[in-house]
Antibody, heavy 122, light 111 residues
Framework: EVQLVESGGGFVQPGGSLRLSCAAS????????LSWVRQAPGKGLEWVST????????SYADSVRGRFTISRDNSKNTLYLQMNSLSAEDTAVYYC???????????????WGKGTTVTVPS | QSVLTQPPSASGTPGQRVIISCSGS????????VNWYQQLPGTAPKLLIY???QRPSGVPDRFSGSKSGTSASLAISGLQSEDEADYYC????????????FGGGTKLTVL
């Protein structure tokens, strides 16, 4: 069974840092692009970042560029999101999602994790 | 303000047909595929329609998608109580080096 399990969320003070992880199983991890999508309380989905299968290509939403870094370890089947300079606006459930194929422009997110919650007080 | 525009809410009675619209522009829907996601209360999003009108295995044929120009729509026929959820359209946007954009979501209520 294809599965994505996020971890690493929590409560962090403004200006602080947090690293999210997403452990994958059930598919050939190194063959697929992966993304982070977040959802603020009571709000809609917001794409955060995407990384290519071999980590050559990364992209970020304007709202997080320069503060967040996406990476992956294909030997550990794990996706990461390093989040720095956090503010209340970053409070959200963070989901990792697998792309059906690369590049994502011609594809879609076919498998989602259950999410991990990040809370930054105002 | 989302790049793709959806009505914030929609409703219908059991058995009815409901259509949810998604409006974009030439840089997203107009030149790329549209995908739809269903988010049941308290759960993660789930792929509902991909490549404009394709259903993943396990998704009932009551759900259908279409695209025309810079707009797309999701139709749900034979509405059931378990269809009550939030629905999001999504597409690739070619502006600014390319990125995924979502609609603001439509909350569907089954009356």
């Amino acid at each position: 069974e294809v599965q994505l399990v996020e971890s690493g969320g929590g409560f962090v003070q403004p200006g602080g840092s947090l690293r999210l992880s997403c452990a994958a199983s059930g598919f050939t991890f190194s063959s697929y692009g992966l993304s982070w999508v977040r959802q603020a309380p009571g709000k809609g989905l917001e794409w955060v970042s995407t990384i290519s299968p071999s980590s050559v290509s990364t992209s970020y939403a304007d709202s997080v560029r320069g503060r967040f870094t996406i990476s992956r370890d294909n030997s550990k089947n794990t996706l990461y999101l390093q989040m720095n300079s956090l503010s209340a606006e970053d409070t959200a459930v963070y989901y990792c999602a697998k792309g059906e194929r690369w590049p994502l422009k011609y594809s879609y997110m076919d498998v989602w994790g259950k999410g991990t919650t990040v809370t930054v007080p105002s | 303000q989302s790049v793709l525009t959806q009505p914030p809410s929609a409703s219908g009675t059991p058995g009815q047909r409901v259509i949810i619209s998604c409006s974009g522009s030439s840089s997203n829907i107009g030149s790329n595929i549209v995908n739809w996601y269903q988010q049941l209360p308290g759960t993660a999003p789930k792929l509902l329609i991909y490549r404009n009108n394709q259903r993943p295995s396990g998704v009932p044929d009551r759900f259908s998608g279409s695209k025309s120009g810079t707009s797309a729509s999701l139709a749900i026929s034979g509405l059931q109580s378990e269809d009550e959820a939030d629905y999001y359209c999504a597409a690739w946007d070619d502006s600014l080096n390319g990125h995924v954009v979502f609609g603001g979501g439509t909350k569907l209520t089954v009356l």
